[in-house]
Each structure stands twice: as C-alpha cells, then as structure tokens.
Antibody
Framework: QVQLQESGPRLVRPSGTLSLMCTVT????????WSWIRQPPGKGLDWIGY???????KYNPSLTSRFTMSMEGSKKQFSLRVSAVTAADTAVYYC????????????WGPGTLVTVSS | IVLTQSPDSLAVSLGERATINCKSS????????????LAWYQQKPGQPPKLLIY???TRESGVPDRFSGGGSGTHFTLTINSLQAEDVAVYHC?????????FGQGTKVEIK
C-alpha cells in the first residue's frame, strides 16, 4: 500500500526558502505523477504543480517562478522549494499522487504545516 | 476553470440526506471518452483530503455506497444518503478537464 510522508522545517523566516521532501513507501514512484498541494489555514486547496519520475514538471501558472520541484527517483523522494517566502505562504503542504487517467489525487500525505514568521 | 460549491455549509440530521452542489465555469466533459473529469474529496479536521468519487460518479474503492456523485458538463452533485456521525467533514470538488487542476472552496457538513 503506497504511503506518502512530508518532511521539512515547520518554521521559515520571511524572505527565506521553504524546502519540503516527500517520501514514497510501499510502492513504485515510477509511472506516476506526483503533486504538491497547499491549504492556507481555514481556506481551500491550491494545486502547486506535479512532477513525473523522469523529472518533467508542470506548475500552476497562477504561481510565480518562486516554486521549484525536483525528483530523486532512486531514493523514492521528490521535493518542493519555495523561495522568497512571505506570510502568505503559510499553509499546510501536502504531497499527493496524481492519476492522469482519471484526473484525481488518490493518495495523500498527512500534510505538514509550514509557518512563515520572524 | 473556477469551481463554485453550494452551500458553504449545511446541517443535516442523522439518517437524513445531504446534497452538495459544484458548478464549473466551463464544461469538464470529454466527448472523446464520455467522461466528466470531476472528483469529490472528504476532509476531516486535521486530516488530508480523501478521494471519494472520480469521473463524477465512480466511487473509489472502499468508499461506502451512501456516497454518490452525479451530474455532467458544468453542474455536479455529491449526495450522502443516511448521514452518519463519521461523515462530518468538509467536502471538496476538483476538476481536471484542463490545467491547472482546481478545487471548489469546500462545503462543511455538520449534524443538526
């Protein structure tokens, strides 16, 4: 059974860089697309982007170029970096598996709350 | 594509039916395979969203059959028949007819 787990610092200073890792266990990382989705406190879900095993990426065009995803397939991990963060980047960050055939996110990590504050 | 859910919240008695609406600003129907790329999720407090339904009406494996999805094109519904206490949650719709995938704002379901 595939499981996902986010990891990374919970507190980031304004103007700093937010870095998160998602580890895939219980199944293969190849042959799928892997996404990052965030949810500001008390608000809805925002798709950040997805990355394939080969490293191909697609980002939400409404976001700036501050967001970067990368793949470390041999370690069954993929990551997210957000540069020049502000308080508006405070959110629960989820990694999730995206099923392109049905267009949904079928497996989610538990999420990690990242707070941007001095 | 903008998804608008209604209502924002609703309170339903145990054992009664809850109906949530999701309206899309554009069609999410693909004529090439006759599928609506609309999914529904359940999110309980402190938990990630859980996929309930995809292709507008196909239940994910393990989802109780009291959850059903309907609609086509731009109007969709999620129905919870015989509401149970464990169904208290926020429900989200999501589309993938075109990039980027987008979500509705969520509907909170409570017990009356």
């Amino acid at each position: 059974q595939v499981q996902l787990q986010e990891s990374g610092p919970r507190l980031v200073r304004p103007s700093g860089t937010l870095s998160l890792m998602c580890t895939v266990t219980g199944g293969s990382i190849s042959g799928h697309y892997w996404s990052w989705i965030r949810q500001p406190p008390g608000k809805g879900l925002d798709w950040i982007g997805y990355i394939s095993y080969s490293g191909a990426t697609k980002y939400n065009p409404s976001l700036t170029s501050r967001f970067t995803m990368s793949m470390e397939g041999s370690k069954k991990q993929f990551s997210l970096r957000v540069s020049a963060v502000t308080a508006a980047d405070t959110a629960v960050y989820y990694c999730a598996r995206f099923k392109a055939t049905t267009g949904d996110f079928d497996i989610w990590g538990p999420g990690t709350l990242v707070t941007v504050s001095s | 594509i903008v998804l608008t859910q209604s209502p924002d919240s609703l309170a339903v008695s145990l054992g009664e039916r809850a109906t949530i609406n999701c309206k899309s600003s554009e069609t999410v129907f693909y004529g090439s395979n006759n599928k609506n790329y609309l999914a529904w999720y359940q999110q309980k407090p402190g938990q990630p969203p859980k996929l309930l339904i995809y292709w507008a009406s196909t239940r994910e494996s393990g989802v109780p059959d009291r959850f059903s999805g309907g609609g086509s094109g731009t109007h969709f519904t999620l129905t919870i028949n015989s509401l149970q206490a464990e169904d208290v949650a926020v429900y989200h719709c999501q589309q993938y007819h075109s990039d980027p995938p987008t979500f509705g704002q969520g509907t909170k379901v409570e017990i009356k």
